[in-house]
C-alpha cells in the first residue's frame, strides 16, 4: 500500500471554489481503481490550508490515476488557486502503534 499526502495552501478567496471542486470530484477520485482510501483535511490555524490523504494499492496505480484525464482536470483547476507551491510525498506504513 501506498500513502500519498498532498498539503495545499489556497488564496482565502479561493477555498470556496475548492471546495466546491472537491466535493464534485471525490467519489470518482475515491472509485478510481487503486484508490483504497481519500480524506480531506483542513489545517486548524490556517483555514486556506488544506491536505489530502490517500491510500492506494501500489504507486503503479497512483500513477495510472496521475495519468488519467479525472486527475487532469482536477489538478489543471485545483492548482490555479493556489497561494503557494504544493508538498507531496509518497510513504508506506512501516508500523502503527496500538495500546
Not at 471542486?21 to 478510481?32: A, T, Y
Not at 481519500?38 to 490550508?49: H, T
Amino acid at each position: 500500500m501506498l500513502i500519498r499526502i498532498v498539503r495545499m495552501t489556497f488564496h482565502a478567496e479561493n477555498v470556496p471554489a475548492f471546495l466546491e471542486n472537491f466535493e464534485l470530484h471525490k467519489k470518482s477520485i475515491r472509485n478510481f481503481p487503486g484508490c483504497e482510501h481519500l480524506e480531506l483535511w483542513q489545517d486548524e490555524n490556517q483555514k486556506n490550508i488544506f491536505t489530502t490523504y490517500s491510500h492506494w494499492k501500489s504507486e503503479e496505480h497512483l500513477n495510472q490515476y496521475r495519468d488519467s484525464e479525472l486527475f487532469k482536470s482536477v489538478w489543471k483547476f485545483t492548482k490555479a488557486l493556489f497561494s503557494e507551491k504544493p508538498l507531496a510525498f509518497s510513504s508506506k506504513k512501516i508500523e502503527e502503534v496500538r495500546k
